[in-house]
């Protein structure tokens, strides 16, 4: 059974007071910092065992732990508004006017409870023992921690401009920018805000950042790694203002129009962005239908069966719902479509289509859990890339829908959570005093939970080497095109890194900046790669297609398998 909400909140404030004394102490010193986290760590372990079991220790100490990483997410910008602060008052800026209207913030405030509302429905009147109830609190923490970052922005933002320096400077308590007009690569206005395409729970492949205050018109600026949205009083002389003293290209001179998200017209996509916040964002769905049929006192094998049933259903339409999260669409550039139908027949999935989606991320997604249900989704920022490049990301892809990597994916996860459904069955129901083998149970439980990653890891990462070395057989220039390719795609996300990282943090050396993605990491990195991520390093990806060339086969995948060890513990 789950404590009381008091003591969650208790709980997890003590964790978050961990990390604020910790970092107002590292100010002084970030030895003191750290050692007084470590301590008061330490403490907090050293007084959970002692006031309770140790199966009940666990799950206080996992909310502590919440309320740690709650408090880094909600200062890691502090630092960068300090920094920005303080040389706002050596120069001359000119602040730009913003305009509140508490709707806008109502309204975010509404779609996501709209969202949770299925799973805290579920806290209150579902089962008192589901340990479904355990998932929902953690996510309802997580929702949390951008709830309160949503509001600090919308109540504390504050915008400035330095006419001289053509220095942009956003504010506000949670997170910071300074960002060199000359790096803007586009300009933009549109009619009102989109709150479908703004809402975190309503995007995928998602760069923006919200910072609008109102309902009204709104500055859309991009810059490298994310796209920057605003709603100031003087819109259009801000545009021409920013237009003037930069080279983005000034094609488009009318606003883009945006319906409010309540227009009869936007009701289906309405409808589909609150269903895949619902199903694939969060598990208020799923929790919902399980608290209807533990009202009607359905048999759990029943229960079972309809949440398998709803499952499939989801995964059977997740092509549809995955294109109105991105709001994809189907692309007309005839350039693409030619190359794109090439190795779409040459891998003999011809009617497979190709959609874009408008973000700064360099990024390519097959979706759909069968041939005939599956597309191939590019973000506008990866069209920028050399044809040369985008045609080995297609090739890439499309031996992911070949080989229905999307519907095994998930049914190797599905398989995992029966076996863990079937082992707490069995504790259940064979081990009657569980205080007398809590050690072991609380072992096992840690080992289940550290197989997950590992196991999805090795999963995922044996379809993307699968996927780059049958895809580079689709390409007339084979491997050495497709490592092209990734090396392409590598520089140019490593750049947006870099320049998001120099907009939003305080790099005081040069080694803070992230490290090339082509170039081997250390050890830890590595290890954390191979093991954790789904997707192999890139530095490997790429040197593997440059020293195998004969194609998906034993020698390439002894490689990838004995290296995922060997890279891992050696220097």
């Known amino acids: 059974m789950l404590p009381s909400w008091n003591l969650i909140v208790l709980y997890i404030l003590v964790g978050a007071g961990i990390q604020i004394i910790g970092l107002v102490s590292g100010k002084l010193n970030k030895k003191i910092g750290t050692t007084c986290e470590i301590f008061l760590a330490l403490l907090s372990i050293g007084f959970v065992y002692y006031k309770f079991s140790f199966m009940d220790g666990f799950i206080y100490l996992a909310f502590i732990s919440s309320g740690y990483f709650l408090a880094i997410s909600l200062t890691t910008g502090n630092e960068k508004r300090i920094e920005i602060e303080k040389e706002l008052h050596q120069i001359k800026v000119e602040e730009i006017t913003l305009a509140r209207n508490f709707m806008r913030i109502a309204t975010d405030l509404l779609m996501t409870g709209l969202v949770v509302f299925g799973g805290i429905m579920f806290y209150i009147f579902g089962p008192e023992y589901s340990p479904l109830k355990y998932i929902i609190v953690f996510g309802l923490v997580s929702t949390l921690t951008e709830v309160i970052k949503r509001i600090g922005s ?3 933002v504050k915008i400035f401009f330095d006419v001289e320096e053509k220095q942009l400077y956003l504010i506000s308590h949670f997170e910071s920018r300074k960002i060199p007009i000359e790096d803007l690569e586009e300009v ?11 809402h975190p729970l309503f995007t995928m492949f998602s760069s923006n950042t919200d910072w609008t205050t109102n309902f009204q018109k709104v500055l859309r600026l991009s810059v490298p790694g994310e796209t920057i949205y605003l709603t100031i009083l ?8 920013f237009e003037d003293m930069t080279k983005v290209d000034e094609s488009v001179k009318e606003p883009q129009v945006v319906l409010p998200f309540w ?10 962005k609150l269903y895949f916040a619902t199903t694939v964002k969060g598990i208020s769905a799923y929790t919902g239908l399980l608290l209807l049929l533990y009202y009607f006192e359905v048999a759990p094998w029943i229960m079972v069966t309809v949440l398998l049933a ?6 059977y339409i997740s092509d549809q719902v995955l294109k109105v999260a991105m709001d994809a669409t189907e692309t007309k550039n005839p350039q693409l479509i030619q190359i794109s139908q090439r190795i779409f027949e040459k891998a003999g999935v011809p009617n497979i289509r190709v959609y874009e989606t408008e973000s700064s991320e360099y990024n390519g997604l097959a979706t759909g859990m069968n041939i005939g249900k599956s597309m191939v989704t ?17 090739a890439h892809e499309a031996i992911h829908v070949k080989k229905r990597d999307v519907l095994w994916g998930q049914l190797w996860r599905l398989g995992y959570l029966l076996i863990v459904l079937v082992v707490v069955l069995a504790i259940q129901k064979y ?10 149970i609380f072992l096992l439980i840690w080992f289940l939970m550290i197989l997950f990653p590992i196991i999805q890891s090795f999963c995922s990462q044996w379809m993307e080497v699968r996927a780059d070395h049958l895809g580079a057989s689709l390409l007339d220039g084979g491997s050495e095109q497709m490592s092209n390719s990734l090396i392409a795609l590598a520089k140019k996300q490593d750049e947006a890194i870099t320049k998001s990282l120099s907009y939003s943090t305080v790099l005081e050396e040069e080694k803070d900046m992230a490290k090339s993605s082509i170039e081997r990491d250390s050890l830890l990195w590595r290890f954390i790669e191979f093991q954790f991520m789904l997707h192999p390093p890139m530095y490997w990806r790429i040197q593997s297609l440059k020293e195998y060339k004969g194609g998906w086969g034993r020698s390439i995948r002894s490689r990838w398998m004995l290296d995922r060890v060997k890279e891992s513990v050696l220097r």
């Open 378 to 394: 590019l973000t506008t920022a990866t069209l920028k890339l050399p044809i040369e490049a985008i045609e080995g990301i297609l």
């Open 234 to 241: 003087e819109p259009d002389k801000w545009k021409r203002t």
């Open 263 to 272: 227009h009869r017209k936007n009701v289906k996509r309405l409808i589909g």
């Open 154 to 156: 919308y109540a504390t």
């Open 188 to 198: 933009k206005l549109e009619t009102n805000v989109d709150l479908l395409k703004l």
């Open 431 to 440: 081990i009657k005093n569980i205080d007398e083998y809590s050690t072991q």
């Open 310 to 315: 709803y499952w499939l259903f989801n995964l």
